[in-house]
């Protein structure tokens, strides 16, 4: 797992642990078409093998991950998915859905080495808007959860990785 804030080199730094795979895929969770992101996705891909298979998943990352086979597995990242998420018609109880249930479940035995990209929500200040708050516990929770099943966790901060896990 690799963690930060927007554009602190955490999927950059996924792209380099995963650099020594023969085999690697990037599930992407990014569905915007806004300028800004479609250029961020595009400095991203200038990083990737030719040979490197890219999903576009905004929803489903549990099936998603169903196909992938073998080698490493980026899935970049669970801050978009969440937005997805919330944003769409996803059925929440409290912080979770059946969506991040059957990911997180996914998890438990995956596919393949899976290196989940994810942003640190949780720095700065408390928004008064509900939504924004909800949307922050979702992901602090999930984070959380994700965690917990990694065997190595990452924070980039600057570019700069420290281990935590």
């Not at 085999?23 to 806004?34: L, Y």
């Not at 899935?75 to 769409?88: E, H, Q, R, Y």
Request: charged share 25%; with cysteine; glycine share 10%.
């Amino acid at each position: 797992m690799v963690i930060g804030g927007w554009r602190s080199g955490a999927s950059a730094f996924a792209l380099k642990l995963a650099q020594d795979w023969e085999r690697k895929t990037i599930v992407s969770t990014q569905t915007s078409t806004e300028a800004d992101v479609l250029e961020h996705i595009a400095l991203y891909q200038k990083g990737l093998d030719d040979g490197c298979e890219t999903i576009v998943e905004g929803f489903d990352l549990a099936r998603a991950l169903d196909k992938v086979r073998g080698g490493v597995c980026i899935v970049d990242d669970l801050g978009a998915w969440v937005s997805n998420l919330t944003n769409g018609s996803s059925r929440f109880a409290g912080e979770t859905c059946p969506e991040i249930e059957a990911f997180v479940g996914k998890l438990r035995l995956p596919p393949c080495e899976v290196i989940v990209v994810t942003r640190e929500l949780g720095m700065g200040l408390s928004s008064e808007r509900i939504a924004e708050r909800r949307y922050r516990d979702v992901v602090g929770r999930l984070n959380q959860r994700v965690a917990a099943l990694a065997a190595s966790v990452y924070l980039c901060v600057s570019g700069l990785p420290l281990k935590l896990k």
